[in-house]
């Protein structure tokens, strides 16, 4: 049974950062394309950062500059590394990962492309 478990979220203050993990089970995610979403009270889950099975990183303009992902597929784990935090960055941070990836270099920023979802980890940002 495939399993994604996010972990690394907590409250901070403005212009702090937060490593955020996501560890997968269940399978071999080494192939899998992977994403972080984030959703904030009463808006729509949105798209944060998608990682490549080449390790290939695209990144919402909202998370650009100051949001790093990274894998790591000897331990099917997926990373997002988050700087200069903003109180516009609070939400439950979701990860999310794809069956197949077309392309090695493939990446994806909708919620449908994604077959598998974790439950989330809370991001506070203060002011």
């Known amino acids: 049974q495939v399993q994604l478990v996010e972990s690394g979220g907590g409250l901070v203050q403005a212009g702090d950062s937060l490593r955020l993990a996501c560890a997968a089970s269940?399978?071999?995610?080494?192939?899998?394309?992977m994403g972080w979403f984030r959703q904030a009270p009463g808006k729509e889950r949105e798209y944060v950062a998608a990682?490549?099975?080449?390790?290939?990183?695209n990144y919402a303009d909202s998370a650009k500059g100051r949001f790093t992902i990274s894998r790591d597929n000897a331990k099917n784990t997926v990373y997002l590394q988050m700087d200069s935090l903003k109180p516009e960055d609070t939400a439950v941070y979701h990860c999310?990962?794809?069956?197949?990836?077309?392309?090695?270099?493939?990446?994806?920023?909708?919620?449908?492309?994604?077959?598998?979802w974790g439950q989330g980890t809370q991001v506070t940002v203060s002011s």
């Open positions: 999310a990962a794809r069956r197949f990836g077309y392309y090695s270099h493939s990446y994806y920023t909708q919620l449908r492309d994604y077959d598998y």
């Open positions: 269940g399978g071999d995610f080494s192939r899998s394309p």
């Open positions: 990682i490549s099975r080449d390790n290939g990183a």
